[in-house]
């Protein structure tokens, strides 16, 4: 069974409830007529709600950027796996590079966090990718392997299918500067190599690798072009509901389109 390709939307720090409630009542019915992609997007917490109450029981899969390991307690300002779960959300972003570099999460803390995604039953998108600095010193694989490696130590006995990847590298991010297609595959590639090293063949054939940063219906087809990638994780262009939808079309298996 080849992977089912996913197209997915990172809101970021933007849209109010009305914004939200707007776009995810426009996105419906378009990614119903998809076939064979999954649909996801990942929104504001004060947003999340409204939007996985509008999306239940349909293709689109409403998900949180974040969220905190632990169940309950005093961790003021942080929410928890159940509190998502309770407002819908089927999946959640995990390691985000903003989260990273802006709020100082680890690969440990990461780690900790698809793990208890996963236990949830929350789809966990890890986000793994390097700085300009360290591609340019050589040190993208150390990095993003790292990454990986981290995850994988923790994370126990799942399959493939439930756990999906995202190769984001932060010079790509919001820049305009997408990797190039070569630069995707290379990455997404030698991911897909550790997964096999760590955790046999039917686990990383069922995982899927997104690629993130600068993604655009412009540059979307040669980017899906390529033979590991399995989607997209977007931010700008997932801002306008025809852009997204856009991207989402792109992410059709061929055998399906025009059916
Ligand atoms: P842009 O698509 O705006 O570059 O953002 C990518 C990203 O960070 C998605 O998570």
Request: avoid cysteine; aromatic fraction near 0%.
């Given at each position: 069974m080849p992977r089912r390709p996913m197209m997915a939307a990172n809101w970021k720090m933007n849209k109010t409830v009305t914004e939200a409630q707007n776009y995810t009542a426009a996105l419906l019915p378009r990614a119903a007529d998809a076939e064979g992609v999954d649909v996801a997007v990942f929104v504001p917490f004060t947003c999340l709600h409204e939007v996985g109450r509008m999306a239940e029981n349909s293709a689109v899969i409403a998900g949180a950027q974040n969220f905190y390991y632990e169940d309950s307690g005093a961790f003021t300002g942080e929410i928890s796996a159940p509190m998502l779960k309770d407002v819908l959300a089927r999946a959640v972003l995990v390691g985000h590079s903003e989260r990273r570099e802006i709020f100082g999460e680890t690969d440990t803390l990461v780690a900790h966090k698809t793990k208890r995604a996963l236990d949830a039953g929350l789809l966990p998108v890890v986000c793994v990718g390097e700085t300009k600095e360290e591609r340019d010193a050589g040190g993208m694989w150390e990095k993003v392997s790292t990454q990986v490696g981290r995850v994988l130590e923790e994370i126990g006995e799942v399959g493939g299918e439930g756990i999906v990847f995202a190769y984001e590298p932060i010079w790509a991010i919001g820049t305009g500067d997408t990797a190039t297609p070569d630069d995707a595959q290379d990455a997404i590639g030698r991911i897909r190599e550790l997964l096999r090293e760590e955790r046999g063949g039917e686990f990383a054939d069922g995982a899927r690798v997104l690629y993130g940063g600068s993604v655009k219906p412009a540059n979307v087809a040669e980017i899906m072009g390529?033979?590991?990638?399995?989607?997209a994780l977007v931010?700008?262009?997932?801002?306008?509901v025809d852009s997204f939808v856009q991207l989402v079309e792109a992410a059709e298996p061929p055998s399906s389109d025009g059916e």
């Open positions: 390529q033979n590991d990638v399995d989607g931010g700008g262009a997932s801002l306008e």
